[in-house]
């Protein structure tokens, strides 16, 4: 931690002072306590490392969260620093009794409470999945900010993301895609992922963006920045190619199980249409894959049905009902549609399916299969370009 107190109630953080002052402090012989627990700290000073304090034993005070380093303590402090510079009402390290947490920063802004957690080290998601609701609880905003170290990245815009990374992710828009920020304390650079599309059960597509932190400022967070039309195109053709071509890789898991429900049905990967893997924002929201529930929603729901016939949102929605998390399972994705509504929304558009009422559509085309691969990939293309091209981009609308 990056403060502590003296036995008559003053606030001491080290990172602030020069090392002169420390080492005469240090000299005095003074003893530190915690803020939250009151068991007594001990100074940490290093050449390397932010002069900081530490609990002998951490085990039993509340304020510990468990496996942050140095690395954590200093990335906490520039952005503490940072907020300061720019005149934002900040508290660093503050305990709030009534929900017994302590964010690494607390931002007061338009009257409204931000906590900044800084989270370097991977934990279970229950805990911050807790955390975010002790905030909620009590009105307070949380942000995640990720340690540049749990930041893997593949190619230009498309990166990992996991169960832990997909609960530090933010949603202020129901109409936009959610976002992730990263910053790393020794490059001081902040990187935020916005418009972010989950492709695979491991991998997303999104809009990157790195820049110095001293760049930033504190609203640059909410200022939301979207792939244009084209990029998503491009990239979309991409992801549509490699599923195209995953026939030969070795599946394990669900993805085994699906393809051998597929072959069941008689099909390949290079048989099914193309409106199998289409891009859903919600996508978090379920644990399969786009590709997996898509393609049941199309093979055992709407392929079936008689030109004109009728299916339900409820239909599709019991049919997928264990492949989804609950609503509040991600509290800071605001959006209130279901990854089956888009994906209906999506299909309505294409005008493969035409609603009938609130719940209900009917089948309005029928669905093309593939004789091979290259018909198929031209098809895909065809589809993803029709998705994006229009003038306002039928994934967003
Ligand atoms: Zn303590």
Sequence with gaps: MLQAKTKDGRTITLATMNHESIIKLKATGTLYYCPVCGKQVIMKVGIKTIPHFAHKSTADCPSYKGGEGVYH????????????????????????????????????????????????????????KLRNEGYQSVGIIPIWIAGATLFTRYQANSFRIDQFTKQLMQQYNPQMPPVLYYFCPHTAQLAILQDIFITTSTQAIGKLHISALEKRKFTDLFHLQSF?????????????????HAQGRKAYGN??????????????????????????????????PLWNWQSKVC??????LPMKGLFSI??????????????????????????????LRLLERLQVIQKVSKDVYKKFQPITFYHHIEEAVQGDNQLVKELFSQKSNIIRA
């Design 73 to 128: 303590e200093q990335g906490k402090l520039m952005l503490y620093q940072w907020l300061m510079r720019h005149n934002m009402k900040v508290e660093l390290e503050v305990f709030l009794p009534e929900i017994q947490q302590r964010p690494d920063i607390l931002v007061t802004w338009n009257n409204r409470r931000i906590a900044i957690e800084y989270q370097c080290a991977r934990v279970p998601d229950k805990i911050i």
């Design 314 to 343: 409820g239909e599709c929605q019991h049919l997928l009902f264990r492949q989804q998390y609950n609503s509040n399972y991600f509290p800071l994705c605001i959006s209130q549609t279901t990854p089956v509504q888009e994906y």
């Design 299 to 304: 093979l055992e729901i709407i392929d079936p």
């Design 255 to 288: 993805e085994l199980t699906w393809r051998r429900w597929l072959y069941s049905k008689g099909f390949h990967l290079e048989n099914l249409p193309s409106i199998i893997h289409l891009p859903i924002a919600t996508q978090y929201r379920m644990k399969i």
């Design 228 to 244: 244009t039309n084209t990029e998503l195109q491009l990239l979309w053709q991409k992801q549509k190619y490699k599923f195209r």
